[in-house]
């Protein structure tokens, strides 16, 4: 944070506790313009609000101790708590930013895996609402974003730091939020199937069983690569996708179609292509 920054964000800090509070805190906050409170003393008092939930006090108090005291001990803890106090508070985009900002200004910190859940969880949270899967809304048919984000920053956490105590429950929630991303993947090979577009639909299809290993919706999967195969010519193929479907789960894909189509040596050859390259996000 700049210097310039510090004097603005101490007075935004000071109106925003100020704002909500009685004057004896307004009494406080004027200690911390002054100099007079503690970094510590100021860290208990953001920490008292969060803990009962007054996140956007608790929020200013922390600002207002940054502002104060960048290079306390207690001053790391606070930009933490920041990040949780932003998500209480229902403020994605602010509780990501203070994730972000404090991981860049701290790369080697031990709670940088904290930052990296933390930021999973906003995405997560962020994914359909338990309204909308009560009611049943077709989420395969909408591009999951949020979803995919939230997959892809539990499985930088996983791997980056492994034994993470926030490993177990990233991983929990990524088994919950593979199957809608493998049903994407399927309702968007099913869109190019019906289009003709049988080499980018067997590109999704793969693309599906290669990330999202478990998921129930590959069983879908390999009934689109099955019927994609047998629409270009290639029985064998087809027979392969058949095959594993009858290993893995028990039961015989539908009949291969009498259609055949010709296909161009340099179409096929593009099968191998990334499944996500120019995707229509119906």
């Given at each position: 944070?700049?210097?310039?920054?510090?004097?603005?964000?101490?007075?935004?800090?000071?109106?925003?506790?100020?704002?909500?509070?009685?004057?004896?805190?307004?009494?406080?906050?004027?200690?911390?313009?002054?100099?007079?409170?503690?970094?510590?003393?100021?860290?208990?008092?953001?920490?008292?609000?969060?803990?009962?939930?007054?996140?956007?006090?608790?929020?200013?108090?922390?600002?207002?101790?940054?502002?104060?005291?960048?290079?306390?001990?207690?001053?790391?803890?606070?930009?933490?708590?920041?990040?949780?106090?932003?998500?209480?508070?229902?403020?994605?985009?602010?509780?990501?930013?203070?994730?972000?900002?404090?991981?860049?200004?701290?790369?080697?910190?031990?709670?940088?895996?904290?930052?990296?859940?933390?930021?999973?969880?906003?995405?997560?949270?962020?994914?359909?609402?338990?309204?909308?899967?009560?009611?049943?809304?077709?989420?395969?048919?909408?591009?999951?974003?949020?979803?995919?984000?939230?997959?892809?920053?539990?499985?930088?956490?996983?791997?980056?730091?492994?034994?993470?105590?926030?490993?177990?429950?990233?991983?929990?929630?990524?088994?919950?939020?593979?199957?809608?991303?493998?049903?994407?993947?399927?309702?968007?090979?099913?869109?190019?199937?019906?289009?003709?577009?049988?080499?980018?639909?067997?590109?999704?299809?793969?693309?599906?069983?290669?990330?999202?290993?478990?998921?129930?919706?590959?069983?879908?999967?390999?009934?689109?690569?099955?019927?994609?195969y047998s629409l270009l010519g290639m029985?064998?193929?087809?027979?392969?996708?058949?095959?594993?479907?009858?290993?893995?789960?028990?039961?015989?894909?539908?009949?291969?179609?009498?259609?055949?189509?010709?296909?161009?040596?340099?179409?096929?050859?593009?099968?191998?292509?990334?499944?996500?390259?120019?995707?229509?996000?119906?």
């Open positions: 944070m700049s210097a310039f920054l510090k004097p603005i964000l101490l007075t935004a800090s000071v109106t925003i506790v100020v704002a909500g509070c009685a004057s004896s805190t307004a009494d406080f906050m004027r200690n911390i313009v002054e100099g007079v409170s503690t970094p510590e003393e100021i860290y208990a008092a953001g920490s008292e609000a969060l803990a009962e939930g007054r996140y956007g006090i608790a929020v200013g108090y922390y600002q207002a101790l940054e502002a104060r005291y960048p290079f306390a001990n207690v001053t790391r803890q606070a930009q933490l708590d920041m990040v949780f106090a932003h998500y209480q508070a229902r403020q994605p985009e602010s509780a990501i930013d203070a994730a972000e900002e404090f991981e860049a200004e701290n790369p080697t910190h031990p709670r940088v895996d904290y930052c990296i859940y933390m930021k999973g969880l906003v995405y997560f949270d962020q994914a359909p609402s338990f309204l909308e899967r009560t009611f049943n809304s077709d989420l395969s048919v909408r591009p999951p974003q949020d979803t995919l984000l939230a997959y892809t920053t539990f499985q930088e956490l996983l791997r980056r730091f492994p034994e993470s105590a926030y490993a177990p429950d990233a991983q929990q929630r990524m088994i919950f939020m593979r199957n809608r991303l493998a049903a994407y993947e399927n309702h968007v090979a099913n869109y190019y199937i019906e289009r003709g577009a049988y080499v980018a639909a067997i590109n999704r299809a793969k693309f599906s069983l290669e990330h999202y290993p478990g998921a129930p919706a590959i069983q879908e999967s390999l009934i689109i690569l099955e019927e994609a029985p064998d193929l087809a027979a392969d996708a058949q095959r594993v479907s009858e290993i893995n789960f028990g039961f015989d894909l539908r009949p291969q179609p009498d259609t055949r189509v010709e296909v161009l040596e340099l179409e096929v050859a593009d099968a191998a292509q990334s499944p996500n390259t120019n995707d229509p996000e119906s």
